[in-house]
């Protein structure tokens, strides 16, 4: 017997400019559920697989995403801590030989837009950004990923192409210290 569990992440992204962040934030505020005002903290590992610890205002959390950073629909794992275990958690991964790649700070405000997670993202030294997610299982993917290419139709953005988050990735990685001081 095969169980499909909802535990794939498909999520879709563009780069936005200041007047689109603006407008989507008025749309988001009249048409969906505000989820909550955060601010993370992330700090990427040097793992095989996409590795992170982060600070939220509400809690700390591990979690690791498979496969490639910006594909389209990708496992993940998530364990949730204490806010105050962020320094436990570091502490961690850097006795188990890990180390910092990237440190992330970003605000962001999350909606519930009609059971679709809408997130407007403004990360310090990497721009702002829409992202719209659904958590589904395996076997819902393709349908999750047309509904949501669909949804930023209706919003009249167009999607950023991978190759665009990939440049924009390497840069910040090689430069995040400088970016974010």
Known sequence: MIID?????????????????????????????????????????DAEEDLRIQRSKFFSKIWMKKGMIHDEAREEIEIKFDREDFENLERLFLTLGYNVQIKWFRQRMQFDWNGIKACLDD???????????????????????????????????????????????????????????
């Open 5 to 45: 569990v909802a535990n794939i992440e498909v999520e879709l992204r563009s780069f936005i400019t200041k007047e689109q962040h603006a407008k989507l934030l008025d749309f988001f505020r009249k048409n969906a559920k505000l989820v909550k005002e955060d601010f993370q903290e992330t700090y990427y590992f």
């Open 123 to 181: 990360t310090k030294g990497y721009g702002l950004i829409i992202e719209l997610e659904k958590i589904c299982s395996d076997s819902e993917k393709e349908a999750a990923l047309g509904l949501l290419r669909m949804k930023f139709g209706e919003l009249g953005i167009e999607i950023t192409p991978r190759e665009v988050f990939e440049e924009k990735f390497k840069n910040y990685k090689e430069n995040w210290r400088t970016l974010t001081a």
